[in-house]
């Protein structure tokens, strides 16, 4: 074993490849079931350990985070130096049972466990878990076996990190931000062809202060990839600052944008910045900029334009030094057709359009999201363990996800809450089913457009046959409002500020009563 992994440290390997590798010669050498190498990482959220590399646990173990104050048997072994063994009755639950299938597909608890800490460059790194299904796997030769390969192991991971600085240093950035923590509630998680180049071109692209137009179906992560951008942009140091334009009503969207002076309308008793200034110095993002009226748009480009602002009521300008980074579901182009977006403004913020892709285009991206939810819901439930049957995954990996990414996680936290409220042991490896999932081989799940074509076509059929209560006040009003604003949405080429107007309601309250009927995300 140890001359492989030396044979390995002074090969040109991708980092990827490196670490993997050293997971798979440690299994291999072990005769165990897994090996797992998990990187400490810090953010204002919590302290948790990530999996940078694997070897024979389920194919969702890298997308999941384990909180360290969740997971006494981690937190143990990273407390200490040399190597730490749990025996086979230990009380403390282990965060891989359920994630190693036996011999017949089965999930098993782990019977036996070993496990270092590792540092680089004297600081802790993380931690290294061995795990076997039979009780006395790592005996005292095994043990030490382990005390002799961390230097070994160490090496690979400072081998890797001086290669990752070598990266940056030729893409002309500090180190610095290539080894910032990602805040967990924006990590992107993905090890797709497309969700790479994707990443590559936006790490081209971050530092150029070109204004960027994220593209993509509802429930893609824009927002995850706008900060992405910032985070690797010279204004990193900056605020960030997130605007959702379809919530602006369309009365108060100049406002919130620009602020207003002291009696600029009813109700303002003082002066009061926008989000532009808020934002001075780093990104402005622009969730769903095509729901910008056309007045607010005008006063935009003037801004993109020139870098100054003019509060409401205000005839004082003001500079600003903001990136815009604008992302939109519908087709910016369309809209500029029918006359409900300046061609101007436009051609400003499609500098660099960045289409993201589908969850369906992302392969087994979809397990790797799966497990960051299994895991989050697990913690959340109080459960031993959560996973998948291997027909769940089957079934996640051939839905076409309309929803995406979003609409995954929902599907994950509802399963979970359904195994509990059926009964499911909280002390037990808890499985999700196909069924649970409540996919059904590609139509969506109620409240999806192909769910509720099927719902109403069933229940139009017990009807006829006398086989079901009528539907109840609640459900025929929903029913018809649903079929009014499709209607109404039809006609007016999806523009939702036309399709308000036809229905004589307010643009906002049309967004919230969509959501609500399932027609929007």
């Known amino acids: 074993m140890q001359n492989l992994l030396l044979a390995d440290l002074v090969a040109d390997l991708p980092p990827a490849v490196r670490l993997q590798r050293l997971v798979s010669s440690l299994r291999a050498h072990f005769r165990c079931g897994a090996v797992a190498l998990l990187q400490q990482e810090e953010d204002e959220l919590r302290d948790h350990l990530r999996p940078v590399a694997v070897d024979g646990l389920t194919r969702d173990a890298l997308g999941r985070r384990f909180a360290i104050s969740q997971h006494p048997r981690l937190a143990a072994i ?4 040399g190597v730490t063994r749990f025996h086979h009755d230990s009380t403390l639950p282990d965060p891989y049972d359920g994630l190693i299938n036996g011999m017949a597909g089965q999930p098993l608890p782990v019977h036996d466990c070993m496990g270092t800490s590792l540092h680089v460059e004297g600081r802790p790194w993380g931690v290294l878990t061995l795990d076997a ?7 005292a030769e095994a043990q030490a076996d382990l005390r002799d390969a961390i230097v070994l192991v160490e090496a690979a991971l400072r081998t890797t990190r001086l290669e990752a600085e070598i990266r940056a240093l030729r893409a002309a950035r500090a180190p610095s931000s290539t080894d910032r923590a990602v805040p967990d509630r924006h990590e992107i998680l993905g090890q797709s062809d497309a969700i790479a180049r994707l990443l590559h071109e936006i790490e081209v ?10 593209l993509g179906e509802t429930g893609v992560g824009k927002e995850l990839f706008a900060h992405q951008v910032h985070r690797l942009s010279r204004r990193h140091g900056r605020p960030m600052v997130q605007v959702n334009c379809a919530a602006l009503p369309e009365s108060l969207a100049e406002s919130e944008l620009f602020g207003h002076a002291k009696g600029a309308f009813s109700g303002a008793v003082a002066d009061r910045p926008g989000r532009f200034e808020a934002a001075n110095g780093g990104t402005l993002f622009l ?5 910008l009226p056309l007045v607010v748009q005008a006063k935009l480009l003037r801004t993109l334009q020139n870098g100054e602002i003019q509060r409401l009521g205000d005839d004082r300008p003001r500079t600003v030094d903001v990136r815009i980074v604008a992302a939109t579901t519908r087709s910016l182009r369309d809209l500029l057709r029918a006359g409900d977006f300046r061609a101007d403004l436009y051609h400003r913020l499609s ?7 589908p969850l369906r285009d992302r392969g087994n991206d979809v397990l790797l999201l799966a497990g960051r939810y299994l895991e989050l819901n697990r913690a959340r439930l109080g459960l031993r363990s959560l996973r998948l049957s291997a027909d769940a995954e089957e079934t996640l990996r051939r839905y076409p996800w309309p929803g995406n990414v979003r609409e995954l996680e929902h599907v994950i936290s509802r399963a979970a809450i359904k195994a509990v409220s059926h009964g499911a042991n909280r002390n037990d490896i808890v499985t999700l089913g196909s069924k ?3 996919l059904n081989d590609g139509d969506g799940p109620l409240g999806t457009a192909p769910a509720q074509e099927r719902y109403a076509a069933s229940a ?9 209560p009528a539907p109840s006040l609640r ?3 929903d029913a018809c409002q649903r079929q009014a604003i499709r209607q109404a949405l039809e006609t007016h080429h999806g523009n939702w500020a036309h399709a308000a107007r036809a229905l004589d309601v307010d643009a906002s309250n049309l967004h919230k009563l969509a959501r609500r009927l399932g027609l929007k995300s």
Do not use: H, K, M
């Open 460 to 468: 139009g059929e017990l009807a006829a046959g006398d086989r079901a």
């Open 78 to 81: 990273l407390a200490r130096r």
């Open 351 to 357: 500098v660099y359009p960045i289409p993201i892709p």
């Open 133 to 139: 299904l039979e009780v006395g796997t790592f005996d």
């Open 205 to 214: 692209v971050a530092d150029s202060e070109l204004p960027i137009l994220l």
């Open 436 to 438: 649970l999932l409540d």
């Open 475 to 477: 459900e025929a009003v």
């Open 287 to 291: 969730d769903e900029v095509g729901e």
